[in-house]
């Protein structure tokens, strides 16, 4: 597990959990995150982002922005956003939800009562734009 990044006023850089089952895009996400001073976390599908969302809550961390691919093999998008919805007891607030998607899936995405829908294929610049909006 990555360490905590800190921002040079020493404030926390907020976690961006990224749960795509494309490894170029989480890369390229990731990577992009990083630079903008957030902290990137992985997840394949939604079973793992439900892992790494429980054992990050031990240490009392939580993400700020689950970015979040719906068509995934194993747990999908839709599936993944009803649990973590059921099992988010947490006085800390739930994440913003940011759905990736492919063009067909979008209206889909709009009814799960996300934050925002990002089409691909789509800019980098696009998504980090959204996301300062929602940290």
């Known amino acids: 597990m990555k360490s905590q990044s800190a921002h040079h006023d ?5 976690i961006i959990l990224v ?7 989480r890369d390229m996400v990731s990577w992009a995150l990083e630079l903008d001073g957030y902290e ?4 394949a ?4 982002a439900l892992d790494w969302i429980n054992n990050a809550a031990r240490e009392g961390r939580y993400p700020a922005v689950i970015l979040l691919d719906l068509a995934m093999p194993g747990m999908d998008g839709a599936l993944f956003l009803a649990r973590l919805r059921r099992q988010w007891e947490t006085p800390y607030p739930f994440p913003a939800i940011v759905v990736i998607t492919a063009g067909a899936n979008s209206r889909s995405a709009e009814n799960l009562g996300v934050d925002q829908v990002i089409v691909k294929p789509f800019h980098v610049r696009d998504l980090l734009d959204a996301l300062r909006h929602l940290t």
């Open 10 to 14: 020493g404030t926390q850089s907020s």
């Open 19 to 25: 749960v795509d089952d494309n490894p170029a895009i």
């Open 40 to 43: 990137a976390a992985e997840a």
């Open 45 to 48: 599908e939604g079973q793992e």
